[in-house]
């Protein structure tokens, strides 16, 4: 691969680069040129850029925020008007072999890999020229702390998404590499959203996947049972779908409950500017993205005492949380702060906890942060190309096998 100077790749070398070919003639009419190379001075990579959830949103915001970057999603099926977004699944019968195909075809480099959660570092690592590799660490799951002896000597550091997370990384001993805390920025639309509702009704807002290993959203249900029970007159607004949503329906039926579907960042900002609270029912958490959001445009989160970057942000401003699946306490909670003293100020008060969080820092430092690595010297090996049956099958069968959690990882 090309170098200039340090060996990093420079902006000018992203004009095509062409193989010699004879030119079409009479003799030889189908000779086709290929195509373009294409370089990316980051090249982000993720399952999905169009699930409903905070990762997608933050590699969306990052790429929309640096032009020099690209991002190519492993999952979503379909074209895209963006050209700095690349899909790799036409369509749902794709399998590895396929994907790495579709990728070589694409003929892409990259001065640095971003990988997130894992996504497409065993699949891909090996099929792009690149000089380093980031991993982008999202959550806390279990099989974070498997996985990373098997991948760490393919790495030349990790970014977490926040500083507990972080914490948890450095002390495992298979992490050689720095780890470095970016919490998550946030959208000026979010900043910029403005309460609109109406006074005589409670609502109560939940955003994110409808599942259960992580969200718990069947604890809504209960939820709505406590708020029945207090005597509150109150909406449960649902923005998101998953595979939880058909139950949870059914569940809610009677009561008064609303389902938004997914919404894009403009219709969220909008849905914010309507609750009066977000609750989350998690499990567990390293953001979440929602509740710093729901901050942003002035409504308070009720959160369960897990740790997270929402929960640290109000446990040090003595923003009271619920014992985790205490929906009784959760709905107090809310009974609590509901009083009319709070109000407005409460609003102002949950938007000033986050109003560092504006994408332009979070650029600023995750730039510097790349440009480190891109300028210490390389500590990661190659990924070696994955075989065997395994990478013959469709995506729908492979995720039905052991291993399901971690095969495009």
Not at 50 to 67: A, I, Q, S, W, Y
Request: overall charge positive; aromatic content about 6%.
């Amino acid at each position: 691969m090309p170098a200039a100077g340090n060996g990093r790749l420079t902006a000018a070398m992203r004009i095509s680069i062409i193989t010699p070919v004879p030119p079409p003639s009479p003799n030889n009419p189908e000779i086709l040129l290929p195509p373009p190379v294409r370089h990316f001075r980051r090249l982000h990579i993720s399952a999905s850029l169009d699930r409903l959830g905070g990762l997608e949103t933050l590699v969306k915001l990052m790429v929309r925020h640096d032009p020099d970057s690209g991002a190519i999603s492993l999952l979503d099926t379909g074209g895209t008007e963006n050209p700095q977004v690349i899909r790799l699944r036409p369509n749902r019968r794709m399998n590895a072999a396929a994907a790495r195909r579709r990728l070589l075809q694409q003929r892409l480099t990259a001065d640095t890999l971003i990988f997130h959660n894992f996504a497409g570092l065993a699949m891909l690592g090996g099929s792009i020229p690149h000089r380093r590799s980031v991993l982008y660490q999202h959550t806390n799951s279990a099989d974070v702390f498997a996985l990373l002896p098997r991948r760490i000597r393919f790495l030349d550091a990790i970014f977490a998404s926040g500083s507990d997370l972080a914490r948890e990384l450095q002390r495992l001993p298979a992490c050689t590499v720095p780890v470095t805390p970016l919490e998550y920025p946030l959208s000026e639309s979010f900043f910029n959203a403005t309460a609109q509702k109406n006074p005589a009704e409670l609502v109560v807002g939940y955003s994110g996947r409808l599942d259960t290993e992580q969200k718990r959203v069947g604890r809504l249900v209960e939820l709505a049972g406590q708020l029945d029970a207090l005597k509150i007159n109150y909406r449960l607004e649902i923005a998101g779908s998953g595979p939880e949503e058909s139950g949870l329906r059914q569940k809610l039926a009677g009561r008064n409950a609303r389902f938004l579907g997914r919404l894009d960042e403009r219709q969220m900002a909008a849905a914010y500017g309507g609750w009066d609270f977000l609750a989350c029912t998690s499990e567990y958490e390293t953001g979440p993205l929602v509740a710093l959001e729901a901050m942003a445009a002035g409504v308070p989160p009720i959160m369960p005492d897990i740790p997270c970057q929402a929960t640290e942000l109000l446990q040090k401003n003595k923003f009271p949380q619920y014992p985790k699946g205490d929906m009784r306490a959760a709905a107090a909670l809310i009974r609590d702060l509901m009083k009319p003293e709070n109000g407005a100020a409460l609003r102002a008060k949950i938007r000033l906890l986050v109003a560092d969080r504006k994408p332009e820092a979070f650029m600023a430092k995750l730039l510097a942060e790349l440009e480190k690595i891109e300028q210490a010297p390389g500590r990661s090996e190659r990924m070696p190309t994955p075989r065997g049956l395994p990478e013959w099958l469709p995506f729908g069968l492979r995720s039905r096998l052991p291993g399901r959690d971690t095969f495009l990882k």
